[in-house]
Structures are given as structure tokens and as C-alpha cells.
């Protein structure tokens, strides 16, 4: 099974930065496209940045956009989303997603990683 694997959240103050990282196995199929999440206490999960391999094609949520970048590395392994001037609003647990479809729902995602906490105060 695909295993993807999250990390690089935490504890930062608005207009800082992070930078995730999520690392992904793909022994049971080839993915297609890998994506960003994110999910705060009692809310549904949000879409934040897609990318997909075949052509580097990116899709971000319009909350993000011109902020946060998503990228991957030479190998197709791992996939970054660096996040600059972040907003308490950006605040939530951060989920990697792994699936054959390039696009924008969560549905369309089969593997998810455990997801990384990022709190940004005011």
C-alpha cells in the first residue's frame, strides 16, 4: 500500500513560514497526483495545493493562493508545501493525499498521511 508520511508543522506567529514535507511510497500503484489538505477541530476537510507528475501542474485553493507553493522533488518520492505569510485562519492539521485523479475533492484521494499539526497565532 502507499504509505505517505507528514512532517515539518508547528508553532509559528502570522507572516511566518513553514514548510512541509510528505514523503510517499508507491508500491502498490504509480500516483498521479499528490496533494494538500487540511482539516481544523469540527470542520470538514479542505483543499489546499495539488500537484501532478506527468506535467507539474498545480491547483491551489483560492484562501492560498500566492502564498503557499507546492512542489516535488526529481525523484516523484516526496512532495513540499511551503507555506509563507500564514494567517491564523491557515491554522489545522495538515494531510498529504495520494490518488489517480487531479483534483480538488478529498474523495478522489485514496492514501492520506497522519496529518501535522500547524498553529499559527495572532
Known amino acids: 500500500q502507499v504509505q505517505l508520511v507528514e512532517s515539518g508543522g508547528g508553532l509559528v506567529q502570522a507572516g511566518a513560514s513553514l514548510r512541509l514535507s510528505c514523503a510517499a511510497s508507491?508500491?502498490?500503484?504509480?500516483?498521479?497526483?499528490m496533494g494538500w489538505f487540511r482539516q481544523a477541530p469540527g470542520k470538514e476537510r479542505e483543499f489546499v495545493a495539488a500537484i501532478r507528475w506527468s506535467d507539474d501542474s498545480q491547483l491551489y485553493a483560492d484562501s492560498v493562493k500566492g502564498r503557499f507553493t507546492i512542489s516535488r522533488d526529481d525523484a516523484k518520492q516526496t512532495v513540499a508545501l511551503q507555506m509563507n505569510s500564514l494567517k491564523p485562519d491557515d491554522t489545522a492539521v495538515y494531510y498529504c493525499?495520494?490518488?489517480?485523479?487531479?483534483?480538488?475533492?478529498?474523495?478522489?484521494?485514496?492514501?492520506w498521511g497522519q496529518g501535522t499539526q500547524v498553529t499559527v497565532s495572532s
Open positions: 508507491r508500491r502498490t500503484f504509480n500516483t498521479v497526483v
Open positions: 493525499a495520494a490518488g489517480l485523479r487531479y483534483t480538488t475533492s478529498y474523495r478522489d484521494y485514496a492514501y
